[in-house]
């Protein structure tokens, strides 16, 4: 076991320090596994627009079924988070990341060959099944694998670096949109985002070839045969109320979280590309250009907001190491909801593109305190199970996000309203949204305080405060 100081802020050594090859491999395919999986989550959100308007019939509202599409991918990531956390412990982190990863890119590159918004609604599912399992399981095997004291700092670099997979998302979507029209039919550019999507599939082979169980779980495993500990079980994580506690406790906190940014950050292409739109034709621009301008620009914003969301994630992790988890979420849940509001109500042209650096450094801070936090709440036999429930569940709630904000909108423009109506009440339903942050900033008062403290285990007693760290 780590000693309470193994991450306090006197400790001088890096978290890199003492790391063996076998660790940084492991540390390697985890990052990448996730970094690939939220490529492949803003590959979607990148070229969602466009496919809603190949895919749709006349007289259906893009902004509205892409709403229902989201809805349905966050859908089957919340089911695939359930069912693959609890597979994972089980029968091995290492197997079933492999099935995850090989799942979410096959399907991906399947939602390219869609005919119509059925098949393209059931692949952008079974792609959600495979996403949902990815980052329980990749915590669950940097946390098991690699040493006390690198855990934190390892866990928070491994979400930051999801905002790589994010920007190369972003980098795709300028590169496509410069090459539609020319080498690219126009409109199509929505097909190539998905089949690049399917390229992480190659990571099975490495994942399946080299990549073993951690130590930890195995001996653990082993133990439970002996014993009859239920690994992996649902019944366990709620029949014990020292379980039970932190993963409904968790569960909030994830709400708030994912609502907020599948509900409402991740929309800002939209809004980027409406305000772009209105520009562009003010300025007498031909159609055609301004359809490449704004999926150039839709790169563009989501290059700059993964920029703060990577910068957000890290100093997330500094001061969840430096004053602890309770502290780092609060200021961050503060933080997420001022920038939201100020980005949706504010954002109005090219200039003001700085704003999605701001809300990306805001919303995503709140996902580097996921992945240091969760899994510091559950023993080795159901780690991967807690983590999953909390970061995943949430999402069937988080899931009616996009509805709700497509509804919202359409609530508040009216009936045959304007594009400029439109555009304001889209504004609107976001900022009235973001009160989804000071949920979670209400959560953070029930939670423990978990800095510098061992990985629990089913031996040792673990004592919940709600106001003292």
């Known amino acids: 076991m780590s000693s309470a100081t193994d991450n306090s802020p006197t400790d001088t050594q890096s978290w890199r320090h003492g790391l063996t090859p076998y660790h940084w491999f492991v540390f390697a ?87 119509g918004w059925i098949d393209f609604a059931i692949y952008r599912f079974i792609t959600g099944l495979g996403v949902g399992g990815v980052f329980g399981l990749s915590v669950a095997l940097v946390a098991d694998s690699l040493p006390e004291r690198s855990r934190t700092g390892a866990l928070g670099l491994l979400q930051a670096l999801s905002a790589v997979g994010n920007i190369m998302a972003g980098c795709v979507a300028i590169v496509l949109g410069n090459l539609e029209g020319t ?40 133990e439970g045969k002996l014993t009859g500990a239920k690994f992996g079980s649902y019944a366990s994580l709620f029949g014990e109320a020292r379980w ?17 940014l599948w509900g409402i950050g991740f929309f800002s292409p939209e809004l ?45 992790t500094r001061a969840a190491q430096r004053w602890g988890r309770r502290p780092a979420f609060s200021v ?53 199970t807690g983590t999953s429930f909390c970061y995943n569940v949430g999402r069937f709630i988080a899931a009616c996000g996009p509805f ?9 423009a009216g009936v045959n309203p304007t594009p400029e109506a439109k555009l304001a009440a889209f504004r609107d339903a976001c900022g009235g949204m973001s009160l989804v942050f000071l949920l979670g900033l209400i959560v953070v008062f029930f939670l423990r305080e978990t800095k510098g403290q061992p990985l629990p285990e089913d031996t040792a007693p673990v004592k919940w405060m709600s106001m003292k760290a």
């Open 272 to 316: 980027v590309g409406d305000v772009l739109e209105r520009s562009l034709k003010k300025d007498g621009v031909a159609p055609d250009k301004i359809a490449k301008a704004k999926t150039v620009w839709s790169g563009v914003n989501m290059i700059v907001q993964n920029l703060g969301a990577f910068c957000g994630m890290m100093a997330f």
């Open 332 to 384: 961050a849940f503060v933080a997420a909801f001022v920038a939201t509001v100020g980005y949706f109500q504010l954002f109005n042209g090219k200039g003001d593109i700085w704003m999605s650096f701001v809300m990306g450094f805001c919303q995503l801070a709140l996902f580097a305190g996921f992945a240091i936090y969760l899994p510091e709440l559950f023993p080795t036999r159901l780690r991967s």
């Open 29 to 115: 395919v985890a990052c990448l596994a996730w970094l690939f999986d939220c490529l492949d989550q803003q590959l979607f959100l990148l070229a969602r627009s466009g496919a809603m308007k190949k895919l749709l019939a006349p007289g259906m509202d893009p902004k509205l079924y892409g709403g229902y599409a989201t809805t349905i991918f966050v859908a089957g990531w919340a089911t695939g988070g359930l069912i693959f956390g609890a597979v994972g412990d089980r029968i091995g982190r290492a197997k079933t990341l492999a099935f995850t990863v090989l799942l979410y890119s096959v399907c991906t590159g399947l939602s390219a060959f869609s005919t």
């Open 404 to 412: 709700l904000q497509g509804q919202m909108t359409v609530w508040f």
């Open 244 to 260: 039970r506690r932190p993963a409904l406790l968790g569960m909030c906190l994830c709400i708030a979280g994912v609502v907020g």
């Open 183 to 222: 080498t690219i039919p126009a409109g199509m550019a929505w097909k190539y985002m998905f089949l690049i999507g399917a390229l992480p599939a190659f990571l099975c082979v490495f994942i399946l070839l080299r990549l073993k169980e951690p130590e930890k779980w195995v001996k653990a495993r082993a």
